[in-house]
């Protein structure tokens, strides 16, 4: 069965930690992707990832980083952690070019800053 | 550029009654189409996609959704609520270029009464 993995269900940070929120998939794709979900807002997209190395600010990367040294590993970093990024993280993952496939999603980081 | 619309943000239907999530699309070319599911706590599960071919695509667990482009519609039914069935329901499109992204609705919430 394919799988993304996020390294953490449940994570409590404090204010101006760096933390770091890992993404593993075993399916060899090329595409990964970073969401935060908060109540009435939906899903909203970070950054992104066509391929090692390279990665595309999304649509609110304001106080995150990411990092893909691996095809299988990106890794969701926040430099210095504030209350108003206490949130539910997923990342998703799929083929290049598949455009008829959706996205395989992992369980999600529910990270609480205080 | 692509969006997608579910109006409401919450509906509530008896166990046994017909469940009917609305989504509609806004997009140049024909998408392709996708809705998830998300279960608290979890990630989204893929519940059936619209690629071409048969406008009535079955889904897991008894949904369905029907693909209308005349009315740029992507509705999910399900002709009778489970309990099980309480969740998120987000709809998605995406263009049929490469590498192009997900875009997903702000996601409503089905609960079902006993």
């Known amino acids: 069965d394919v799988k993304v993995t996020q390294s953490s269900r449940y994570l409590v940070k404090r204010t101006g930690e760096k933390v770091f929120l890992e993404c593993v998939q075993d399916?060899?794709?090329?595409?990964m992707f970073w969401y935060r979900q908060d109540p009435g807002l939906g899903l909203r997209l970070i950054y992104f990832?066509?391929?090692?190395?390279?990665?595309e600010k999304g649509d609110i990367p304001e106080g995150y980083s990411v990092s893909r040294e691996k095809k299988e590993r990106f890794s969701l970093i926040l430099e210095s952690a504030s209350t108003n990024q206490t949130s539910m993280y997923l990342c998703?993952?799929?083929?290049?070019?598949?455009?008829?496939?959706?996205?395989?999603f992992g369980s999600g980081t529910r990270l609480t800053v205080v | 550029a692509q969006s997608v619309t579910q109006l409401g943000s919450h509906v509530s239907v008896s166990e046994g009654a017909l469940v009917l999530l609305r989504c509609n699309y806004s997009?140049?070319?024909?998408?392709?189409l996708f809705w998830y599911v998300q279960y608290p706590n979890q990630g989204l599960q893929l519940l059936l996609k619209?690629?071409?071919?048969?406008?009535l695509v079955k889904g897991i667990n008894g949904f369905e959704a029907e693909f209308k482009k005349s009315e740029t519609s992507f509705h999910l039914t399900k002709p009778s609520a489970h309990m099980s069935d309480a969740a998120e329901y987000f709809c998605?499109?995406?263009?049929?270029?490469?590498?192009?992204?997900?875009?997903f609705g702000k996601g409503i919430t089905l609960s079902v009464r006993p």
């Open positions: 998703a993952s799929s083929p290049a070019g598949g455009t008829n496939y959706g996205y395989t």
């Open positions: 399916m060899d794709h090329e595409n």
């Open positions: 998605a499109v995406r263009h049929t270029g490469a590498n192009s992204k997900l875009t």
């Open positions: 997009s140049s070319v024909p998408p392709y």
């Open positions: 990832s066509y391929d090692v190395k390279m990665k």
């Open positions: 619209y690629t071409t071919g048969a406008t």
